[in-house]
């Protein structure tokens, strides 16, 4: 019977199978006693127990922060918080949710080959392999600020890809999303759905990610594992995305599963991702082991997932070289993404690389970061009581929102499709004559719908 479940496969990864325990018990030590709060647990995913009193009072958290923010956040344990919560800047990151879609398209020459390649399953091991890149860049603890409703982000020179991202939706909070090359097109509506639990939060990816192939048309879609993110309040917060990636060819019915193994015992298991590609008839054709910090490798294999003599395993991707002890332990790429340089011609104001908080708390001024971050939902708030005694609805600028309603393992989702306007802003843009100089930095970020409100 071919192993259409890598977790409970007997052959090629048992031995990894074998060492997995369960993720809620994994590593971990109580200070119930210790902090008083109970039900809480304090767990260091690198390993080892013996320094728990440590990390339960270490992190970015004042210990009377950490407190006042216990009491406020109790009240929402086993809520949606995706949007009903006011954070503080202190746990923020100098990026916008929609500069952090575009970090997926850093490894984005995978996709190239994929529409390069003959070999269909092949086909899916560079596409999945591309999904898995993004997982390093997702294991930062540092949150990015909610885009506003109507801000944008740009992307260009980067392996001649054009990227747009809009918010085009505030409660529920949506992101939509478009890419395109000679070789691809990539769209993506985004939403999230959250579970609190106290000092850990579940998110639930209720996302639709399609990626189109230009030399044949080949549609793939993507569903991601959830993540939990753990330690949000006590000890030293980390990320684990346990579950299935499911990446399938809609066009030949063929798809590749892979299961991201949950961290167990003194970190055992994590960053680990096993599982096959397999044809439409189920059948495995490939096998597909790696880390998702690391690299990703494949290996033919028979009917019932065992290597192939004679083959071996050959690499798909391997993580680029990250800058040493980054503040906010960002990749090279994450930089470029939050820089000018990657900003096309005549940027829209709505851009997130011009939003005041985000510049500000670049540049280490938290108390800025602050009032800039609270000013911009203030005028956020104005434009949404405005809109409704007006009788206005919110239209995005690049995005139409279709009747097509997507069904995920998490819940139904909305889906918005790129309309094309983008193109024509930005053909324009860039033949523009003009030879005056514009200093792109002291362009005042404005994705407001009212202008007659921002002396308010």
Same mark, same amino acid.
């Given at each position: 019977m071919a192993p259409n479940d890598p977790k409970q496969n007997g052959g090629f990864f048992a031995s990894i199978a074998s060492s997995i325990s369960n993720f809620g018990s994994a590593m971990t030590k109580s200070v119930n006693g210790l902090l008083g709060y109970e039900g809480l647990e304090v767990v260091n995913p690198e390993g080892g127990t013996e320094d728990a009193?440590?990390?339960?009072?270490? #992190?970015?958290?004042?210990? *009377?922060?950490?407190? +006042?923010?216990?009491?406020?956040?109790?009240?929402?344990? #086993?809520?949606?918080?995706?949007? /009903?919560?006011?954070?503080?800047?202190?746990?923020?990151?100098?990026?916008?949710?929609?500069?952090?879609?575009? *970090?997926?398209?850093?490894?984005?020459?995978?996709?190239?080959?994929?529409?390069?390649?003959?070999?269909?399953?092949?086909?899916?091991?560079?596409? !999945?392999?591309?999904?898995?890149?993004?997982?390093?860049?997702?294991?930062r603890t540092w949150k990015p600020f909610n885009p506003i409703l109507g801000e944008t982000y740009e992307m260009v020179n980067h392996g001649g890809i054009t990227f747009l991202a809009e918010q085009v939706s505030h409660h &529920?909070?949506? +992101?939509?999303?478009h890419a395109e090359n000679e070789h691809f097109i990539y769209d993506i509506s985004s939403k999230v759905k959250t579970k609190f639990l106290g000092n850990s939060i579940d998110i639930y990816p209720l996302g639709r990610t399609r990626v189109t192939l230009k030399r044949d048309g080949a549609v793939?879609?993507?569903? &991601?594992? &959830? !993540?939990?993110?753990?330690n949000l309040i006590f000890g030293r917060t980390w990320v684990d995305s346990p579950g299935e990636m499911i990446?399938?060819?809609?066009?030949?019915?063929?798809?590749?599963?892979?299961?991201?193994?949950?961290?167990?015992?003194?970190?055992? #298991?994590?960053?680990?991702?096993? #599982?096959?590609?397999?044809? +439409?008839?189920?059948? &495995?054709?490939?096998? /597909? !082991?790696?880390?998702?910090n690391e690299s990703m490798s494949y290996q033919p294999c028979d009917s019932e997932g065992e290597p192939l003599p004679g083959t071996e395993l050959k690499e798909s991707w391997r993580l680029a070289d990250a800058p040493k002890n980054d503040k906010f332990q960002y990749t090279h790429f994450a930089h470029k993404i939050n820089s000018f340089d990657t900003a096309p011609k005549k940027l829209l104001a709505s851009d997130s690389r011009l939003r005041p908080d985000r510049y500000a708390l670049e540049q280490g001024d938290l108390s800025k970061a602050g009032f800039e971050k609270s000013s911009l939902e203030e005028r956020q708030r104005a434009e949404k009581k405005s809109r409704e005694e007006k009788g206005h609805k919110f239209t995005p600028k690049w995005f139409d929102f279709t009747n097509e309603v997507a069904t995920t393992p998490w819940g139904e989702l909305e889906v918005y499709q790129y309309n094309g306007k983008y193109d024509e802003h930005r053909a324009a843009a860039d033949s523009s004559s003009s030879t005056e100089e514009i200093d792109v930095k002291s362009t005042e970020f404005n994705p407001w719908q009212y202008e007659d409100l921002a002396a308010n």
């Open positions: 009193e440590e990390e339960a009072r270490r #992190g970015r958290w004042k210990q *009377e922060d950490r407190d +006042s923010y216990w009491k406020m956040m109790q009240k929402y344990i #086993g809520s949606d918080v995706t949007s /009903m919560v006011t954070l503080p800047v202190l746990i923020f990151e100098p990026m916008s949710m929609l500069q952090k879609m575009a *970090e997926l398209m850093e490894y984005s020459y995978l996709l190239d080959l994929a529409d390069e390649c003959e070999d269909p399953y092949m086909r899916l091991v560079y596409t !999945t392999s591309w999904a898995i890149s993004v997982y390093y860049a997702y294991q &529920p909070p949506m +992101s939509a999303g793939f879609d993507l569903v &991601p594992p &959830p !993540t939990k993110v753990n990446m399938t060819n809609l066009t030949t019915g063929d798809k590749a599963v892979l299961y991201f193994q949950p961290c167990g015992w003194f970190g055992a #298991g994590r960053y680990e991702i096993d #599982g096959y590609v397999y044809n +439409s008839a189920e059948e &495995p054709k490939i096998l /597909m !082991t790696g880390k998702w």
